[in-house]
């Protein structure tokens, strides 16, 4: 019967391990150290980085929300007004020289509109059909550019992002490149602060209100999510990018009192806002113009 072979570690194998044993715990400490001091203090680092460069770092991963669909001229139409709706929330609040808002039409029944990296701003059709009046889209869109402007998208995405190389393989240099070469269009979405959240609303409401001179529509969105027990689908839509405080919609209220602001009657849909809205709706769409 042969005789069995017993490797045994030498001396200079055992203290090779060692080493390697250190340098592998010194890295990894390492790792875990820049990505704790890179998301802590991301207010403040975000500032050194151009809009410019957000547009080229986002541009790959756009058609993962818009899925590269061609829009019909109606639907070209809706979004070439959107863009007019941000445009002008832009210029009241005075966004920088190198950042540019790009609104998207997504025509689809799902109630939610967001922002992400490069000032790409996201409305879907479902949120036309709720809202109904411009006032209403204007301050959602509002609220949007504005947390492109406080530059909350970027804050929020660079920490999701550095989790995500951090979670998928630490010292695995192969790994953290495939992370961000696939990122998912969750990662770019912005996930935001109550006090963000709030900055955002401050901003959007004055830029409302000095688009149409009242403070119609600034609450129109609240008016629709209150209470969520009553329409918690909805609600649920809306919270997947815009997380739920309750008393945002009494701070707005508050602020309206405050700076003694009229609420008028809101602006209308153009018409063929309406006639594209009612041409996609199966069995029509109720405008708030029939009778009950």
């Known amino acids: 019967m042969p005789e069995t072979y017993v490797h045994k ?47 080229d770092f986002v541009r790959p991963y756009v058609g993962f929300f818009t899925d590269d669909r061609e829009l019909s001229e109606d639907e070209q139409a809706i979004q070439n007004w959107l863009q007019g709706l941000a445009d002008r929330a832009a210029a009241e609040q005075g966004l920088p020289e190198d950042a540019f808002i790009t609104v998207h039409y997504i025509p689809s029944g799902l109630v939610n509109a967001f922002a992400t990296l490069g000032g790409h701003v996201f409305v879907f059709g479902g949120l036309l059909e709720e809202l109904t009046n411009e006032n209403a889209i204007a301050m959602v869109i509002a609220h949007e ?32 490149s495939d992370a961000l070469s696939e990122l998912s269009g969750e990662a770019l979405l912005g996930v935001y602060s109550r006090d963000q959240e709030r900055d955002a609303d401050i901003d959007a409401a004055f830029s409302v209100v000095a688009v149409y001179g009242h403070a119609a529509g600034v609450t129109d969105l609240f008016d629709l999510l209150r209470p969520e027990e009553a329409n918690p689908e909805l609600y649920d839509e ?55």
Do not use: C
């Not at 570690?9 to 150290?33: N, P, Q």
């Not at 704790?36 to 207010?43: G, S, W």
């Open 238 to 292: 809306w919270l997947a990018t815009h997380p739920g405080h309750s008393e945002r919609y009494d701070y707005l209220q508050l602020l309206i009192t405050e700076n003694d602001w009229p609420v008028s009657e809101p602006a209308a849909y153009p018409a063929f806002v309406n006639i594209s809205l009612e041409a996609a709706a199966p069995g029509g769409r109720n405008t708030g113009d029939e009778q009950p």
């Open 9 to 55: 570690i030498d001396a200079r194998e055992s203290a090779g391990i060692r080493r390697f044993t250190y340098w592998a715990a010194i890295t990894m400490a390492a790792a875990v150290g820049f990505a704790i001091i890179f998301i802590t203090t991301v207010d403040w680092w975000v500032d050194f980085i151009s809009h410019k460069s957000e547009r």
């Open 145 to 176: 550019v504005a947390h492109v402007n406080n530059r909350d998208v970027l804050e929020s995405v660079g920490r999701g992002v550095m989790l995500q190389v951090l979670f998928s393989g630490l010292g695995d240099v192969q790994s953290s």
